[in-house]
């Protein structure tokens, strides 16, 4: 079993610059593939990166070239960071982890506010 926390969520300022954290309560290799997901009020959640076992990176257009997602093994951590942010990108943003058998878990989500 894998808990996901999700942490560095926030307020902040159009251009500005927030980096999340999700820290695993087991061994990240145990996991295949990390996502970060978000869902903003009446809109569908959405995938917005991904990160491999062997560190394949995924970006949505939407954030392509101004979201980073990268793994910190020795600290069972996935980090999301991002700059540039707009309005556009607030949002409940969720980790997602997606395990070596296939067992799916979802971390409980921050907030992310960029006001403009």
């Known amino acids: 079993q894998v808990q996901l926390v999700e942490s560095g969520g926030g307020l902040v300022q159009a251009g500005g610059s927030l980096r999340l954290s999700c820290a695993a309560s087991g061994s990240l290799f145990s996991i295949n593939v990390m996502s970060w997901y978000r869902q903003a009020p009446g809109k569908q959640r959405e995938l917005v990166a991904q990160?491999?076992?062997?560190?394949?990176?995924y970006y949505a257009d939407s954030v392509k070239g101004r979201f980073t997602i990268s793994r910190d093994n020795a600290k069972n951590t996935v980090y999301l960071q991002m700059d540039s942010l707009k309005p556009e990108d607030t949002a409940a943003y969720y980790c997602h982890a997606v395990m070596k058998t296939l067992l799916v878990h979802w971390g409980q989500g921050t907030q992310v506010t960029v006001s403009s």
């Open positions: 990160i491999g076992s062997s560190g394949t990176t």
